[in-house]
């Protein structure tokens, strides 16, 4: 062996080397012992040359280059000498059937499979790990249980390698029993992949071009492969008929291997992670210990996600501790499942120190810790971490994109959210459905409605958050009409509404006060749909109710709720505020005050109805309580971004660098307004005091002098956009429609139920907010 790689040496060191028949002979006896001697696919040409030299008819040779180019997965110089043979040998079969797996040619790879079969050629235990991956990508349950057969048939079902292939494939079929979800599932898996259009499951062909042009298809290949064995098909359709599926035959391929490896074990424990068989994953891995297996980085990334989706921190830390007692914590795959376990358990301060210590970092470390900051909250911290992934030059992916976008839409950050999309165009991803229905909800929730709808418009394939993320734009923004369009339309597509796209279309009735639509839609999304009734829904129902001022209704619908939360029943409060609904409002307060003694918007509410109501004892009342529980009410504020900076106002502040100046602006509006025909309507200022107090209360609300500050900062005719906190006064609603029409400009003003859109004088909500 030792002077024949010597001669291997010489020859790829020169390839004008001369060498001797005798030579390559013994050279290509000894690459069919250790093919791995090839190391790089320019030896592997440089070896075919030597072939094409001394014999280039030898079967054997051929089959021996066919071979080393499968080793480099070169899939055209594979096709093309094994084309060259009359009669392939196994080995070149063996070779073709690896090449084409390797490659994503799955049909093709089966396809040779039979050829091989057809031919008289007996497959051995290499060669069954790429055509039960071949039935496993392709999703073909029915396939992969005749590929089984043969196996059986060839007694090679005890061999290791093919044992845990065929616990992989029955592992990755184990949730598509039933046919019709077999096809959506393939469908999603060739969604998108070169040359691959998917049909029905058998009934119509999967058809994928070879590199002769004719047509292969999982049908065909299922005929042929029955008509070689005609009583293989009956022992299958048998099977079917008693039940018998995936689920049961990973286990059964276990449990009668002979002898099993870590792969085995690991194998089991990871398909029963992934089709939520948690329970039994947990309960091999305690087995696997039994059979003195210790758990490795592929056990621990497999059950990781288990208490990352029980939400159960403590058992995570244990195996936290494991991880760091053998040394696994340097592994990427450990540390990025332990960042996503922290990031789900809402302890994203452990995600990041974790992150922190991990030495290497690739894509998924830093999308699962920028996932996990955006998830719960902490968006300025998630959008940190993203520009110091681009510092350290890692490029983002298209998950990368997804998981920060939200991050723009709740900071409403619409600047750094149109330079992520120029990136997002710029690397290739904007025809990504995903991240183009993050880009839909981000610039819908930066007050741009308009380019939201021109993104959508362009998706292809649209799913069900793209839809939902439209419908949702146009019910924030006050489009009812064209939310309701979109939801129809959604529903001729094809697209069966979901929980998330029935709350957006109670939202647009609520914000445009169609009751009776609210209603039909309530109703039919148990009705039609199968959906119960949510607190979302039933919070988007009563909201409805409370704006038309339909309070008892809200009130009623609210009590039949198994456990109504504060929340939901702070939006009748609220709503008894607008309509001056006391007495409701004070039964309404003791049921918050039941279930969340310490809601502060609550006592805010109903200290500000009595103050309405000019029950200024009652309302002093409340606010001493809330000072005894150390309560405090968090300020009215209203932000803006100018030039990539926020700029924050809160009423009668005087901390802004340019505070001066605002108050000449708001000065010089105010008396435009006033020769307008505006009158103040001071009813809303909670104040004991007199009128014209209240008038310069009003005039400082911090919305007006965000607005105020932004004419000042833009060019003329540029869109001012502001985001408040809280409910925009009646007040500052009428003077905003007359600063629109004095300055010329739109003026886009978020408060925390809705969108308002000003332009001229009118407003977008139509009075109804």
């Known amino acids: 062996m030792a002077s024949t790689l010597g001669v291997l040496e010489a020859l790829l060191r020169n390839p004008g080397a001369i060498a001797t028949k005798l030579e390559v002979k013994q050279l290509l006896k000894a690459l069919l012992k250790r093919p791995g001697a090839i190391t790089s696919a320019s030896e592997a040409k440089q070896l075919h040359a030597q072939i094409l030299k001394h014999n280039p008819s030898s079967p054997l040779y051929t089959s021996t280059a066919i071979c080393v180019y499968s080793n480099f997965k070169l899939l055209n110089q594979s096709i093309c000498l094994f084309k060259t043979l009359q009669s392939p040998p ?27 079969r057809a031919s008289g050629n007996t497959p051995d235990h290499s060669v069954f790990p790429s055509v039960l991956k071949a039935c496993a990508f392709l999703l073909d349950l029915r396939l992969g249980e005749a590929v089984h057969g043969c196996i059986i048939r060839l007694g090679m079902d005890i061999h290791l390698i093919t044992g845990n292939a065929l616990i992989n494939m029955y592992a990755k079929l184990q949730s598509l029993a039933e046919s019709e979800w077999r096809e959506r599932d393939r469908r999603k898996v060739f969604d998108g992949m070169s040359q691959r259009t998917v049909d029905n499951l058998f009934s119509s062909q999967l058809s994928q071009e070879s590199e002769d042009g004719v047509g292969i298809s999982t049908n065909t290949v299922m005929k042929r492969f029955v008509d070689i064995f005609p009583q293989l098909g009956s022992c299958l359709d048998g099977r079917s008929r008693t039940g018998s599926g995936a689920d049961s035959s990973v286990k059964k391929v276990f449990e009668t291997m002979t002898t099993r490896d870590i792969i085995s074990w690991n194998t089991v424990i990871a398909g029963n992670a992934q089709n939520g068989l948690h329970e039994d994953a ?64 809402a302890r994203v301060e452990d995600s990041i120190r974790v992150f922190k210590i991990t030495r290497e970092r690739d894509t998924i470390s830093w999308n699962s810790v920028i996932a996990g900051c955006v998830q719960n909250g902490m968006f300025d911290e998630g959008l940190r971490l993203f520009r110091q992934m681009l510092k350290d030059n890692i490029i983002p992916g298209s998950v990368s994109f997804s998981s920060i976008m939200p991050a723009c839409a709740h900071l409403t950050t619409l600047n750094l959210g149109k330079q992520l999309h120029g990136y997002i165009m710029r690397c290739g991803f904007d025809d990504n459905v995903f991240i183009s229905s993050s880009l839909v909800d981000m610039y819908a929730k930066c007050g741009h409605i308009r380019t939201a709808g021109w993104i959508f418009d362009g998706i292809k394939g649209r799913d069900m958050v793209s839809w939902t993320a439209m419908i949702m734009g146009c019910a924030l923004h006050g489009y009812a009409e064209d939310a309701i369009s979109l939801f129809e339309q959604m529903k001729l597509e094809g697209i069966r509404p979901n929980h998330v796209a029935i709350t957006a279309i109670l939202t647009a009735c609520s914000h445009a006060g169609m009751i009776d639509e609210g209603r039909r839609y309530f109703d039919r999304m148990t009705e039609e749909y199968g959906i119960r009734p949510g607190l979302e829904h039933y919070a988007a129902m009563a909201d409805l109710y409370s704006r038309k001022g339909k309070l008892n209704d809200a009130y009623q619908l609210i009590s039949t709720m198994t456990t109504p939360t504060g929340t939901i029943w702070s939006l009748l409060l609220s709503a008894c505020r607008v309509h001056k609904n006391v007495d409701l409002a004070e039964k309404v307060a003791s049921k918050i005050f039941e279930v969340d003694p310490e809601n502060i918007g609550a006592r805010v509410l109903l200290s500000n109805i009595y103050a309405n109501d000019g029950r200024w004892k009652e309302a002093a009342k409340v606010r001493m309580t809330m000072r005894n529980m150390g309560i405090r009410k968090n300020p009215a504020c209203s932000w803006i971004e100018v030039k990539n900076k926020i700029h924050t106002f809160i009423a009668d502040d005087k901390s802004h660098t340019l505070h001066d100046e605002i108050n000449n602006a708001l000065c010089e509006l105010q008396e435009k307004m006033e ?77 925390n139920s809705r969108f308002h859109h000003f332009r001229d004088g009118e407003c977008s909500c139509g009075e109804y907010w």
């Open 90 to 116: 196994s080995l070149a079969y063996k070779s073709i059937i690896k090449c084409y797996a390797v490659n994503g040619r799955f049909v093709e790879s089966l396809a040779s499979f039979v050829d091989m």
């Open 282 to 345: 947990l309960a091999m891995v305690r087995e696997m210990g039994g059979a003195g297996l210790k758990p490795d980085i592929f056990t621990l990334s497999a059950i990781l996600p288990i208490f990352a989706q029980y939400v159960d921190v403590d058992k995570g830390r244990e195996i936290h501790g494991y991880v760091i007692r053998y040394g696994f914590d340097k592994d990427l795959y450990v540390a990025s499942s332990l960042i996503n376990m922290y990031s789900r358990c």
């Open 675 to 751: 020769l307008a025909g505006y009158v103040a309507d001071t009813s809303e200022v909670l104040h004991d005091v007199d009128d014209e107090q209240k008038k310069y209360l009003l005039y400082g609300h911090s919305e007006r002098r965000a607005i105020a500050f932004g004419i000042m900062s833009t060019p003329a005719g540029t869109t001012i956009r502001v985001i408040k906190n809280i409910r925009i006064c009646v007040d500052c609603h009428t003077a905003i429609k007359l600063i629109s029409k004095i300055v010329g400009r739109e003026i886009v003003v978020r408060d």
